[in-house]
Nanobody, 123 residues
Framework: QVQLVEFGGGLVQAGGSLRLSCTAS????????MGWFRQAPGKERDFVAA????????NYANSVKGRFTISRDNTKNTVYLQMNSLKPEDTAVYYC????????????????WGQGTQVTVSS
């Protein structure tokens, strides 16, 4: 079974930066599409970003374009989310995801989910 563990959540001031990391175990994911979702209190779990197996292709939610960067290091089975210019509305639990496939469509639902890490952005 694939296991995903997120690191790096915490409290940050608006305008600041935070880097999330996610390490996968149980299988290799060098060809799998990976991503990040987030869920704010009382809201739906929303897509944030996705990245192809090689890292050559990325996709972002409109709300984070230009501020967040997803990347990966396949030698470490790790995917990252660099979050800059953070806003209070970015406050959410962030989930690392593995789509379990090298094919990605915006409507796809990830196969594997981490437990989540809390990101809180103060005003």
């Amino acid at each position: 079974q694939v296991q995903l563990v997120e690191f790096g959540g915490g409290l940050v001031q608006a305008g600041g930066s935070l880097r999330l990391s996610c390490t996968a175990s149980g299988r290799t994911f060098s060809t799998d599409v990976m991503g990040w979702f987030r869920q704010a209190p009382g809201k739906e779990r929303d897509f944030v970003a996705a990245i192809s197996g090689s890292g050559a292709f990325t996709n972002y939610a409109n709300s984070v374009k230009g501020r967040f960067t997803i990347s990966r290091d396949n030698t470490k089975n790790t995917v990252y989310l660099q979050m800059n210019s953070l806003k209070p509305e970015d406050t959410a639990v962030y989930y690392c995801t593995d789509y379990g496939s090298n094919v990605y469509n915006p409507s796809d639902v990830p196969t594997y989910w981490g437990q989540g890490t809390q990101v809180t952005v103060s005003s």
